[in-house]
């Protein structure tokens, strides 16, 4: 659990956000291994999932720096990171949120691999944070498996993806 955020790193704000997703993600039977708080910079977030993955950490979740603002980074400093990227999630999240808000397509969020760890950014605002976690929710716990090789799909009996007759 990686929130960016300069206020937060300062002592100058509670990181709300962060945690918030912590709670939503053990309450889903996560269990959080870290939590950080890094400033708006690029290596610095950078420097903490690429440690966390390195580690074997299979689930990152980052929060905030998805905006518009000169300091929001947190895509620049992800993306080269990733393996594959998920288009699908981000595209999901900016959906989902627009059922609450039209600012919701200013939101640079996004989601990948690397290696078998998933990452996904979410805003750094509890309320997108929670919408976000609850948006994902059905699909994560399948995205890991699939991400560690266990991609055995279907019903028993089903060959290659077709039913057998």
Known sequence: MLTSSDRCSAGEAPDRSGALARSLLETDGFRVEATAVVPDEVEDIRERVRAWAGQGVRLIVTTGGTG????????????????RELPGYGELLRADGLRDTPMAVLSRSLAGSIGATLVVVLPGSPRAVESGLKTLRPTLSHALDLLAGNTAHGLPGEGCGRRER
């Open 68 to 83: 518009l603002g000169p300091r929001d980074v947190t895509p620049e400093a992800v993306t080269p990171l990733l393996d």
